[in-house]
């Protein structure tokens, strides 16, 4: 996936150009409608929680494809804007070459990265009431990374990275099945900017293409 990758980083602008202009065009066209504000009695605020699924594309020489699982909610406003939290946890495979220095050759060390991910969440709903809508948001925090070297069924070994910088965004469809469930899928982009650690550098290595889906319950 690594042309996909390309492309995102060189067209990062034009998608997000393409995210406003969508954003304009739903406000336009809800411009007749009576407008709501956070501080009036026709304000709604409610809330929701995600079961959250999600696949890197970062597929590199040192970093393989990996699947992330977690979740996220938050406070929703209007049935629209939204804010809250989230967590993800995975498990990335890895291929690392070291030299060894008694033996005077290269070695390809193959363990497990445990990539941790945790921080602020920021969306907004379109059409939220209609039975398929657009969501756009943005998971924006930190993330850690644990090396988990396989040794028979236990891990030995185990060392934790500096913390380092992540932002998320995203854009989802989603339906709503019931007044208190949504199912969603969307893809994404996860830029990552960090000190290189485990011979990782996580701005080449782990910034990559996402694909997300799950489940949002609560109310909507």
Do not use: C
Request: hydrophobic residues 40%; without cysteine; proline residues 3%.
């Amino acid at each position: 996936m690594r042309t996909l990758k390309n492309i995102f980083i060189k067209n990062q602008f034009v998608i997000l150009f393409f995210a406003f202009f969508v954003i304009a065009i739903s406000a336009h066209a809800q411009s007749e409608e009576r407008m709501q504000t956070l501080f009036s009695g026709k304000s709604r605020i409610t809330g929701f929680g995600s079961v959250l699924n999600q696949m890197t594309y970062a597929n590199g020489s040192k970093i393989q494809n990996f699947y992330s699982i977690g979740a996220e909610g938050g406070v929703l406003f209007n049935r629209s804007f939204y804010i809250g939290l989230y967590g993800l946890t995975s498990l990335a495979p890895t291929d690392i070459s070291t030299w060894g220095n008694t033996s005077g050759s290269i070695t390809t060390d193959n363990r497990n990265i445990r990539l941790i991910q945790t921080g602020g969440l920021v969306g907004f709903k379109l059409f939220p009431k209609k039975v398929i809508h657009l969501n756009f948001s943005a998971k924006i925090g930190g993330a850690f990374m644990i090396d988990e070297r396989n040794i028979g069924f236990g891990y030995d070994d185990a060392q934790v990275s500096s913390s380092f910088f992540t932002v998320n965004p995203t854009a989802n469809v989603e339906v709503n099945m019931f007044p208190w469930m949504q199912i969603f899928a969307g893809v994404g982009y996860n830029f990552m900017s960090g000190k290189e650690t485990f011979s990782i550098n996580p701005n080449k290595d782990l910034s990559a293409p996402t694909l997300q889906f799950g489940f949002s319950f609560g109310r909507f």
